[in-house]
T-cell receptor, first 111, second 113 residues
Framework: GEKVEQHESTLSVREGDSAVINCTYTDTASSYFPWYKQEAGKSLHFVIDIRSNVDRKQSQRLTVLLDKKAKRFSLHITATQPEDSAIYFCAASQGGRALIFGTGTTVSVSP | NAGVIQTPRHKVTGKGQEATLWCEPISGHSAVFWYRQTIVQGLEFLTY????????DSGMPKERFSAQMPNQSHSTLKIQSTQPQDSAVYLCASSLTTNSDYTFGSGTRLLVI
């Protein structure tokens, strides 16, 4: 089955800098790649996704890149703010199957 | 829209007792998922339903865990003979389709002592 590896377990950035989180997946049939954010003491909520028919998607300060050849996708956060501090999870799935999640990256944005 | 509702928020059970966790998905969502979150294992997929039918339970520990979705407005996860290693946050999520973003509930924190 699918396995998703999230390469950075922690990431510390200064406010205003950029943060990048990288994930790789194993199943070439995977076609849906969302990202979720979990703030302290709260549940996960959806932030952005990308499907395999495109290689880039942007939403405000968030950009997701997908490299299907390398089976790699990444989340880029620009102009980081303190409220971006959270655990970020990448995930992957193929049609009809449940999401498989990475292990999470704790992002800390310091003033 | 109250989102995905999970009850109870916290549950403490003695080793060997049964625990039943409830989930009310968002109305109109066809897919319902159960995950387990621990510090050590991260987010583990357990099982999911589509239009109330069980589709994939490959993540469920065999024998003691079972899940049902008797109607479109709720799903239950039952753990029999609970063990300390079952202690975790159990998350329920629903989505419009299997391949769209999930809305997670707040989770049930289960502690087996």
């Amino acid at each position: 089955g699918e396995k998703v590896e999230q390469h950075e377990s922690t990431l510390s950035v200064r406010e205003g800098d950029s943060a990048v989180i990288n994930c790789t997946y194993t199943d070439t049939a995977s076609s849906y790649f969302p990202w979720y954010k979990q703030e302290a003491g709260k549940s996960l909520h959806f932030v952005i996704d990308i499907r395999s028919n495109v290689d880039r998607k942007q939403s405000q300060r968030l950009t997701v890149l997908l490299d299907k050849k390398a089976k790699r996708f990444s989340l880029h956060i620009t102009a980081t703010q303190p409220e971006d501090s959270a655990i970020y999870f990448c995930a992957a799935s193929q049609g009809g199957r449940a999401l498989i999640f990475g292990t999470g990256t704790t992002v800390s944005v310091s003033p | 829209n109250a989102g995905v509702i999970q009850t109870p928020r916290h549950k403490v059970t003695g080793k060997g007792q049964e625990a039943t966790l409830w989930c009310e998905p968002i109305s109109g969502h066809s897919a319902v998922f159960w995950y387990r979150q621990t510090i050590v294992q991260g987010l583990e997929f357990l099982t999911y339903f589509r239009n109330q039918a069980p589709i994939d339970d490959s993540g469920m520990p065999k024998e003691r865990f079972s899940a049902q979705m008797p109607n479109q407005s709720h799903s239950t996860l039952k753990i029999q003979s609970t063990q300390p290693q079952d202690s975790a946050v159990y998350l329920c999520a629903s989505s419009l389709t299997t391949n769209s973003d999930y809305t997670f509930g707040s989770g049930t924190r289960l502690l087996v002592i």
